[in-house]
């Protein structure tokens, strides 16, 4: 096998929009930052791209079979970052924006650049906007 072209840009898409994402995480604070996104993006992705060239070479493979495992892989390192303080749980979000940058991830590998382009738009409008809603909406009901 070689690294066929399409797979360099595969990998360097993964590293942007799983970089935006972490980029995103990294300035709040969180634990899963930058570099953690960018790995589980790329790493779907080359697991994905890996997976779709193994199913051309052998014609009874299944090509999403790798990729199923990477998403119920992710709630391994998901739970990892969920934590439990009293009546309060944190990471929640953190562990869903890992799994949502793996299927990212996934699509990227699978060649889907508009669907991931405007599924990272959608997380990054998500994780700014509706986070800061939710701290006044919490501020709020703590008056």
Known sequence: MTLEPETIIKIIFA???GGLIG?????TNRPAGLRTHIL?????TVVMDMNLQIAD???????????AQVISGMGF???????????????????????????????IGAGFY???????????????????????YNARKKK
């Open 15 to 17: 590293v942007i929009v």
């Open 23 to 27: 980029l995103e995480r990294e300035s």
């Open 40 to 44: 589980v993006c790329v790493a779907s």
């Open 57 to 67: 070479l052998y014609l009874n493979s299944d090509p999403v079979r790798l990729g």
């Open 77 to 107: 390192l998901g739970a990892g970052t969920i934590i439990k303080e009293g009546n309060n749980v944190r990471g929640l979000t953190t562990a869903a924006g890992l799994w949502s940058v793996a299927c990212l991830g996934l699509v």
């Open 114 to 136: 508009l669907m991931a382009i405007f599924a990272a738009l959608v997380m990054l409008v998500t994780l700014k906007t509706f986070g800061q809603l939710e701290m006044k």
